[in-house]
C-alpha cells in the first residue's frame, strides 16, 4: 500500500501559477509511476500528466501541454506538477495517483489515489 497526500492548492487569478506536491508514504516510491488527474463539478476525472520512475519524458494532456510540468524528487518521496498560466477551465479538485508499472490516462489504470486539492482560477 501506498498513502498519498496532495498540498499546494488555492485561489488564483488567471495568468498566475501555482505548484503541487504529492508526498507518498508506505511502500516504496521509487518504482512507482505517478499520475496527476483532475475533476470539476459535473464531469468525469480527465487526465492531466503521468511522471515514470525515472521522472523523464513526462506525459501531459494536451489542454496542459507548454503550462503545466510534472517532476518528481525520490530521496523526498514527492511528485509535483507546477501550474503556469493557469486558466479559469484549469479549475477542479486535484490528484495524485501510482501505478506500479506503466503510466496510463486512464484514471482506472491507478490502484492509489489522494484525497484530492482544490484549486481555483478567477478570470
Known amino acids: 500500500q501506498v498513502q498519498l497526500v496532495e498540498s499546494g492548492g488555492g485561489l488564483v487569478q488567471a495568468g498566475g501559477s501555482l505548484r503541487l506536491s504529492c508526498a507518498a508514504s508506505?511502500?516504496?516510491?521509487?518504482?512507482?509511476?505517478m499520475g496527476w488527474f483532475r475533476q470539476a463539478p459535473g464531469k468525469e476525472r480527465e487526465f492531466v500528466a503521468f511522471?515514470?520512475?525515472?521522472?523523464?519524458?513526462?506525459v501531459y494532456a494536451d489542454s496542459v501541454k507548454g503550462r503545466f510540468t510534472g517532476s518528481r524528487d525520490n530521496a523526498k518521496n514527492t511528485v509535483y506538477l507546477q501550474m503556469n498560466s493557469l486558466k479559469p477551465e484549469d479549475t477542479a479538485v486535484y490528484y495524485c495517483?501510482?501505478?506500479?508499472?506503466?503510466?496510463?490516462?486512464?484514471?482506472?489504470?491507478?490502484?492509489?489515489w489522494g484525497q484530492g486539492t482544490q484549486v481555483t482560477v478567477s478570470s
Open positions: 495517483a501510482a501505478v506500479y508499472g506503466l503510466g496510463s490516462t486512464n484514471p482506472g489504470h491507478y490502484p492509489y
Open positions: 511522471i515514470s520512475r525515472s521522472g523523464g519524458s513526462p
Open positions: 508506505g511502500r516504496t516510491f521509487g518504482p512507482a509511476t
